[in-house]
Nanobody, 125 residues
């Protein structure tokens, strides 16, 4: 049974940091490219970061570039998202997802089929 679990969310002040973790059971994350997405209330789910399965290359949305870093630990079967210099507009539920089929872009949530329950990130003073 495929299961994804995101963790590490919470309440943080503007300028603070959080480290999110995506863990999987039932399959190895190392075989797949992994995307991190977020969805704020009333907004569509958006892709914010991506790490390939082949060479570990990464992509970031402009809104998080320079502040967020994605990494994978195949031994632990996890993919982490380090988030620094957080802003109130980063408030959202954050999700990770493996890309199990080919796609032309990395940030379209319709190209991902398996999702966890998400973890809430709230940036507020």
């Amino acid at each position: 049974q495929v299961q994804l679990v995101e963790s590490g969310g919470g309440l943080v002040q503007p300028g603070g940091s959080l480290r999110l973790s995506c863990a999987a059971s039932g399959f190895s994350l190392g075989y797949y490219a992994i995307g991190w997405f977020r969805q704020a209330p009333g907004k569509e789910r958006e892709g914010i970061s991506y790490i390939s399965s082949s060479d570990g290359s990464t992509n970031y949305a402009d809104s998080v570039k320079g502040r967020f870093t994605i990494s994978r630990d195949n031994a632990k079967n996890t993919v982490d998202l380090q988030m620094n210099s957080l802003k109130p507009e980063d408030t959202a539920v954050y999700y990770c997802a493996p890309r199990v089929r080919p796609a032309t872009t990395w940030d379209n949530p319709r190209d991902y089929d398996y999702w966890g329950q998400g973890t809430q990130v709230t940036v507020s003073s």
